[in-house]
């Protein structure tokens, strides 16, 4: 199954419903090609370089806290969820992505930095229904590394519980179009 790598603190968020949309440009060594979803079901690698606090909305530093304190043993990794693309969009506008704050728990500084980098590409927006699932205890294999977004996992991740009820998840899908297109 393929597998999005992504801040563990984020993969919290994701697992808590209180963050519903993703915002990549992708990783270093994908500064050519740019940010692509390479699949509509994949599960979440949680990753723990280049997050800190001033990256996040201050009511959301105890997932920083927790991800530190919870963190697998070395040389492994815990898959604990998976997701689905519902909806995907391009967003180059500042104004478009302030209004997509209460969908992620990234503070105002880093979207500003982020969107700053590479400015001629544009911010890929990917409103996600998450899954928890049992937790799978892997161990990390060197093709895991690097500042890459996707990579392959040897697992399979299928069954999982939603983290949103539908009504929810439609409600938060409908304010997202609304906002993106």
């Known amino acids: 199954m393929k597998a999005l790598k992504e801040w563990a603190t984020v993969i919290t ?10 915002l990549r440009k992708g990783g270093i060594l994908e500064t050519a090609s740019g940010f692509k979803v390479e699949g509509k079901k994949f599960a979440l690698f949680p990753t723990y370089e280049h997050q800190d ?3 996040l909305k201050s009511q959301f530093y105890r997932y920083l806290a ?16 998976y997701a689905e693309v519902l909806a995907e969009h391009d967003v180059s506008s500042m104004q478009k992505m ?3 704050s209460d969908f992620h728990i990234w503070s105002d500084s880093y979207m500003v930095e982020r969107m700053n980098w590479m400015p001629q590409k544009p911010m890929t927006a990917i409103f996600l229904k ?11 294999l060197p093709e895991y590394h690097g500042c890459k977004s996707w990579i392959e996992l040897n ?12 009504a929810e998840l439609q409600q938060k899908l409908s304010e997202f179009r609304s906002i993106v297109n």
């Open 98 to 100: 302030e209004e997509l």
């Open 130 to 140: 998450a899954y928890k699932i049992t937790p799978i205890e892997i161990p990390i």
């Open 53 to 55: 606090n001033s990256s």
């Open 66 to 81: 927790d991800v530190r304190e919870q963190k697998p043993r070395d040389g492994f990794n815990r898959i604990t969820s």
């Open 155 to 166: 697992v399979n991740a299928e069954a999982g519980t939603a983290v949103l009820n539908e």
């Open 13 to 22: 968020a994701l697992e808590n419903g209180d963050q519903t949309v993703l």
